[in-house]
């Protein structure tokens, strides 16, 4: 890329190195932008004389190109792209959804000298409209080589993030106490309506059962009949593990036990499995408290229906610690 100074008339046609501002402070033409015709005259009118721009050499690819070409690479699903000034690519949700990223793909791509990646957290839920990654090129210009590397690792190991849509998701929750179920609902059915109101859901199906091995595996059942998205559990009781009441009634009905032991506080305790693809979440004592905890970092994949694994699960000790 060179720089150089040129004479107004003959600055149609390149880029402007710097950005123009008019001698009232007030800013006149952006630093990266494209001179036109119209703006030779404008410049004309300011009484400029001269102005400040770059010309790209040979293989080189202008800022915007190189940001709009590695944006259409890096994300898929529910996701739209806008140019911004400054060598810019936003990429923004057009659903609700849950975005996932591929966090190693992510470091190698930024560990390149001309363009950088910045997205949201993995699992997040994310409404219409909202920001979910941007792409920044170096200023003016990007090596044609260097961009051409990037497209092809993206393009055999990407996309670095999806934007899953939750689209008609259901949830069941199941209340569970080993008096009166009723309690447990009435102490925790506020905080649900909280919590799932986050992710723009809310309980479709709702049931109780005394906390004993059968009568939680009937309810399991029942509520399994009706297809939901995920089913919650929600208990007053600390588990001693799968081998609690609610973990041999999953593994009464035919659940695999994902996972026991989450490094998240608050939400250590939780358990997850899955029978066939319905996920179900036990998380005791994640009732109590509107507060972040377990359950919101893994809800919104699973309304995205996306399953959730046990290594992903123990990979969410980076930044588990909520309160």
């Known amino acids: ?32 932008h494209l001179i ?14 001269e102005v400040w721009v770059t010309e790209l050499e040979e293989g080189e690819v202008s800022e915007d190109q190189a940001v709009l070409r590695v944006a259409q690479e890096l994300g898929c699903g529910a996701v739209e792209i806008r140019l911004a000034p400054g060598g810019r690519a936003n990429l923004f949700a057009t659903e609700n959804s849950c975005i996932l990223i591929d966090d190693e793909l992510l470091k190698q791509i930024n560990c390149t000298a001309s363009l950088v990646i910045a997205t949201g957290r993995n699992f997040s839920y994310v409404r219409p409209g909202q920001r979910v990654a941007t792409v920044k090129s170096a200023p003016f210009a990007v090596a044609e ?15 670095i993030l999806q934007v899953r849509p939750i689209r008609r998701a259901t949830v069941a929750v199941v209340y569970t106490d080993p008096i009166n179920p009723e309690r447990s609902r009435e102490f925790f059915e506020h905080i649900m309506r909280q919590r799932l109101g986050r992710c ?16 939680v595996a009937r309810a399991l059942e029942n509520v399994l009949r009706v297809d939901p998205t995920v089913i919650v559990i929600a208990t007053p009781t600390a588990p001693a593990g799968p081998e609690d009441p609610i973990g041999r009634a999953m593994v009464r009905i035919g659940c695999h036990l994902e996972k ?7 939400g ?3 358990l ?6 319905t996920p179900i979440i036990s998380a005791p004592g994640c009732y109590r408290s509107a507060k972040p905890n377990v359950v919101d970092l893994i809800l919104p994949p699973m309304l995205a229906r996306y399953r959730v694994s046990g290594w992903e699960i123990a990979c969410l000790g980076h930044g588990g610690l909520l309160s």
Do not use: H, W
């Open 1 to 32: 890329m060179k720089a150089q100074t040129v004479g107004v008339r003959e600055s149609a046609g390149r880029v402007l190195c710097c950005t123009v501002f008019r001698p009232s402070g007030r800013k006149l033409l952006a630093r990266g």
């Open 200 to 215: 723009a859901v809310r309980a479709d199906y709702i049931v109780t059962a005394i906390e004993d091995e059968p009568s």
């Open 272 to 277: 997850v499995g899955y029978k066939d693809a």
């Open 260 to 266: 026991f032991l989450a490094p998240v506080e608050p």
């Open 268 to 270: 250590n305790l939780l």
């Open 145 to 159: 080589a260097e961009l051409e590397a990037v497209i092809t690792i993206l393009r055999e190991r990407g996309p």
């Open 36 to 49: 036109s015709p119209e703006d030779v005259r404008l410049l004309e009118m300011e009484g400029m004389e």
